[in-house]
């Protein structure tokens, strides 16, 4: 039987594969000599290399830049992390089914070859082989726009690569300035320990002297010991903002270098188009534009299932021999079911152009937030400053007062309080803007650590 078939298949795919040059939606085939137009069916000669180089000769994840703004650590940790983070190379994975996706709907116009085994009778060898190859030639766009919902989802995929890695890098940047805020607290915190516990031997001299009460010894005491929660509460928060570093990098052993020193030249971005910077880049927005497109082309699939096919067919078996013609036809499903699937379909894709919207005022939310916190902070830090002077001034001023009888001790604890939170207030106000400026930075695609379309490589 084998021997019989194998010269009926190789006479099928003789008789088919010129018809695959057939466009889908066409009656008739293109004039001979004439290059065939975009097709559904893509012929051997016409198919263009839509799949990428291979992989050993992929191009690597260009990385962006490093602005100004950005600490050489900060820029070294957020590089490590769009190599190795699981969340992306997930994402990229999913780039390279999308790959095998393409290729499949791409396929569709391809013959197809069916191989049946029958019994014609109820004797000993009354098997017999029936053999039937079809070339889709006319599917009302079904082929055409399974391809283009391929690449829709393809583009999609390749949009997640780059959506995870800026929310990866916004998620590094905040532990980051965490961990820088934190190690800004803890040094003035111990500064304000090592001062509360000279105030608290100072007072208790005086005490043991006679010359104060008892009450400025528990007071000075109290105080230190205030302090002395803070700074085991800032030093809890460090080891937290560390460890999230880590796992962000994947390495224990990275050293996140010094606390970035803040520069009013650079942390402070220009909002001038901000906005139309952020929505013209925003990976979130192109994926979801590129879903809407799937969903849309998904609904003409769906509906021109429910359509007549027409095939050509080349058909063999023992008893009628070979036949060749066109074929037509009609699948409704139960309760033509594929139309209410294309109503369905068309739904999804109307649902995903409004998350689009939704996204859109998401991040123009987002990035107000950011900008109004950095422009804040640029004013905090002038008077933080202005304040944390002032402060340190009248302190020494009341130490001196006190001493000849003209302030109280309290005066004295409450201006060492205020002289610290004043070194705090300015410190967090310095963080604050260098902070938001790599977010800006990073919403704005002004800092692009994935490169553009960082999944095309995949």
């Not at 805020?181 to 003035?188: C, D, E, K, N």
């Not at 027409?310 to 021999?321: E, P, R, V």
Request: contains cysteine; neutral net charge; aromatic residues 4%.
């Amino acid at each position: 039987m084998a021997a019989t078939v194998l010269p009926i298949v190789a006479a099928l795919a003789a008789f088919l594969v010129p018809l695959s040059q057939a466009k889908d939606g066409q009656d008739t085939p293109p004039a001979a000599g004439v290059p065939p137009p975009s097709a559904d069916v893509p012929g051997p000669v016409t198919a263009a290399p839509v799949y990428g180089p291979p992989d050993e000769t992929a191009p690597t994840i260009a990385v962006g830049e490093r602005p100004a703004a950005i600490s050489p650590a900060l820029f070294t940790a957020v590089e490590r992390a769009m190599a190795d983070y699981p969340a992306i190379a997930s994402s990229r994975v999913s780039v390279r089914a999308s790959r095998a996706d393409l290729r499949a709907a791409k396929n569709q116009g391809l013959p197809s070859l069916a191989l049946q085994g029958v019994a014609l009778g109820t004797g000993k060898g009354d098997l017999g082989t029936t053999v039937v190859a079809d070339q889709p030639i006319f599917t009302w766009g079904r082929i055409s726009s399974g391809v283009d919902a391929a690449k829709a989802r393809r583009r999609a995929s390749i949009a997640k690569v780059d959506e995870s890695a800026m929310q990866v890098a916004l998620d590094l940047t905040d532990a980051y300035f965490d961990l820088a805020r934190a190690r800004r607290r803890s040094v003035i915190l111990g500064k304000g320990v090592d001062e509360q516990d000279m105030l608290v031997e100072s007072i208790q001299r005086r005490v043991e002297q006679k010359v104060s009460p008892r009450s400025d010894l528990e007071l000075a005491r109290s105080r230190a010991a205030q302090v002395r929660q803070q700074l085991a509460t800032t030093k809890a928060e460090r080891q937290s903002a560390l460890m999230r570093v880590f796992q962000f990098v994947g390495d224990t052993s990275f050293n996140p270098g010094n606390v970035p020193i803040y520069d009013a030249a650079v942390s402070h971005p220009d909002p001038a188009g901000a906005f139309d910077q952020a929505l013209a880049c925003s990976p979130k927005r192109k994926r979801l534009l590129a879903e809407a497109d799937a969903a849309r082309a998904q609904a003409k699939v769906a509906k021109a299932s429910a359509l007549p096919q027409l095939s050509a067919q080349m058909s063999y078996n023992q008893i009628i021999g070979t036949r060749a013609g066109l074929a037509v036809t009609a699948q409704t499903g139960g309760g033509l079911s594929a139309f209410a699937a294309a109503d369905a379909a068309r739904l999804r894709a109307d649902s995903a152009t409004i998350d689009v919207t939704t996204a859109d005022r998401e991040l123009i939310e987002q990035l107000n937030g950011d900008l109004i916190e950095n422009a804040s902070a640029r004013d905090q830090i002038e008077s933080s400053l202005a304040a944390s002077q002032s402060a340190a001034v009248v302190t020494e001023s009341f130490k001196r007062q006190f001493i000849t009888g003209r302030r109280t001790w309290l005066d004295v604890m409450n201006a060492v309080r205020e002289a610290n939170q004043a070194e705090l207030a300015e410190a967090d106000a310095e963080i604050s803007a260098m902070a938001s400026a790599a977010r800006i930075l990073l919403r704005t695609c002004r800092w692009e650590p994935q490169g553009d379309t960082g999944g095309m490589g995949q």
